[in-house]
């Protein structure tokens, strides 16, 4: 073999070992890689929790057109056959984040823990305690001046529970946006429960109930003692914070709160979680990360 040849044949499996040092670390840096690390070590002892909408799925204009790429899915496919618990936590409902994400493998918890749906199951479980006041949401919004909510372009969105308004789509982006605080101070002297988040004010039924307290309901009902949380937006960091709660309380060893970063990621985002990645496709590597074997 020429010398050439050997030196080709060398440079060669230099960049294949570069490759699979890449592909190690799930394309993430040394940082996240530690925080998963503990969590691959011991997948049957671990949650893989994440919110959809900005963190496994790009923003759209139209929420109806969000998707999970297929890469995004196939990973979650792999996490879902090796790891204790596999979730979604989304404001969503139940059944349209299994639609988006597009697997019956993993659980969702829709409209932020109002609704559970468990792997494979055909309806999700309501929470009893809500009807009275998603009755009360439901007539608040049926209530409102419909001239005003069109004039500031608010797109209304009954999410069953939970009645949202959108204003994504609207021209006039401060107009809307006043529209929905002075909605927002109505709702809560009628006594129910205004939340904020990406360009949408929802009308919650009740207090309480929030992307934390959904995931401890999750973590109540699996065996785990580690866990990861990846979101995008306000509403993740109480997930965050029930996370780090359970370690405080020594119900779980180790946590990963991962921050999903945007345009649009409110500045508490990067100071909650403990590394933050760059849009969905940072999270996507952070999945690939933990779909690697254990150190
Ligand atoms: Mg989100």
Redesign the pocket.
Known sequence: MSRAAILVREVARASDEAGDGRRRAGGVGARVDALLAPLRAEPDASAVLC?????LAPIVLDPEEAAVPDDARAVLRDLARRYALVACI?GRRALEARRIVGIEEIVYSGNHGLEYLPTGAAEPELDPAVAEGARRARDFVLGLDAEDVSAAQLRLESKGPIQALHWREAADQRAARDAARRIARQAETAGLVPHRG?KVLEIRPVAGIDKGTAVARLLDEAPVELGMFG???R??LDAFTVLRSRVDAGRLRHVACIGVASDEAPPELGEAADAVVDGPSGFLEVLRALATAGD
């Open positions: 919110d959809i909408d900005g963190t989304t990406r979101g995008d937006d509403g993740d």
